[in-house]
Nanobody
Framework: QVQLVESGGGLVQAGGSLRLSCVAS????????MGWFRQAPGKEREFVAA????????VYADSVQGRFTISRDNAKNTVSLSMNVVKPEDTAVYYC?????????????????WGQGTQVTVSS
């Protein structure tokens, strides 16, 4: 059974930075694509960033391109999201997720396991 635990959320001022981490248990992490999604109050969960099993390829939502960076350390079963120049519209609960295969995907249905989420609040 795979378990994902996010950490690093909190309150940050607009223009600041934050780093989210997700630690995975289970034997499939090193052969699975990983993604970050977010959900703001009253809105649907949306894609933020994803990375292939070996970190060789990444993809980002247009809204975070150039500001956020996804990375992974397979030796530590960890995937991270570095958030820079944050904006109030980045406020949401952020979730990490493990894909059903090695590729990157922007689609929720392609992810088999989800963490419980970590709250990020950006003040203006």
């Amino acid at each position: 059974q795979v378990q994902l635990v996010e950490s690093g959320g909190g309150l940050v001022q607009a223009g600041g930075s934050l780093r989210l981490s997700c630690v995975a248990s289970g034997r499939t992490f090193s052969i699975a694509g990983m993604g970050w999604f977010r959900q703001a109050p009253g809105k649907e969960r949306e894609f933020v960033a994803a990375i292939t099993w070996n970190g060789g390829s990444t993809v980002y939502a247009d809204s975070v391109q150039g500001r956020f960076t996804i990375s992974r350390d397979n030796a530590k079963n960890t995937v991270s999201l570095s958030m820079n120049v944050v904006k109030p519209e980045d406020t949401a609960v952020y979730y990490c997720a493990e894909s059903r295969d090695v590729r990157v995907s922007t689609q929720l249905v392609d992810y088999a396991y989800w963490g419980q989420g970590t709250q990020v609040t950006v003040s203006s």
